[in-house]
């Protein structure tokens, strides 16, 4: 598994301060992505034991929250085979801190409910249980909205994992109740954006 960058002071991709890895490699190819450099595998560099102790020394800092991983496709087979064992050290040693991961593939073809899919493995599961809010959806250029939390486009889920493990139902994360919504207003001092 190659990453494009590990930042570690990340307030944009999840709850709080994180710590967020940005893998490399994406079949996906979004119109209007904001990395495509990230679609090619031999991107950036290769996540050896360096990278690794790089993150955990990050996650070490009581300010960060969790880990964020996104890309990329963290779920391309590629991909979920070098994060598996690097989800379990994290969840190990920091049991406290969630896991955040960005997905363009659905839930429903990850976990197998719509048929096969490439990208629903037999270690899908098992790398899915580890992670506490998946952000799932293909970025929709044209369902870009401004105001959405921790989203570019509004056909995106952030579904609270737990809570969905425990009800057996995609449950949406709470936070998304704290979306803006931006309106286009006129006054006599020319148009305005108000939120």
Known sequence: MYYGN???F??????????????SGCRNRCKGCFQPETWSFAYGSPFD????????????????????VLGGEPMEPENQEGLLPLLKEVKSRYP???????????????TGEMGEHEKHLPITEELLSLVDILVDGRYEESRHRLG????????????DMQ????????????????DKKY?????????????
Not at 10 to 23: K, P
Not at 163 to 178: D, F, N, P
Not at 185 to 195: A, L, P, Q, S, V
Request: hydrophobic residues 35%; glycine residues 10%.
């Open 6 to 8: 590990i930042k570690k």
């Open 10 to 23: 990340d307030i944009a991709n999840g709850e709080g301060i994180r710590v967020t890895l940005f893998v």
């Open 49 to 68: 034991k360096s990278a690794a102790d790089e993150l955990m020394a990050a996650l070490d800092n009581p300010s960060v929250r969790g880990l964020t």
């Open 96 to 110: 406290e801190k969630t896991i955040w991961l960005y997905t363009g593939n659905l839930y429903e073809e990850l």
């Open 148 to 159: 959405l939390r921790f989203r570019g486009s509004d056909n995106q889920r952030i579904i």
């Open 163 to 178: 809570k969905t493990r425990a009800e057996g139902r995609i449950v949406i994360w709470q936070g998304c109740a704290e």
């Open 183 to 195: 309106q286009h207003k006129n006054n006599e001092n020319g148009d305005k954006n108000e939120g």
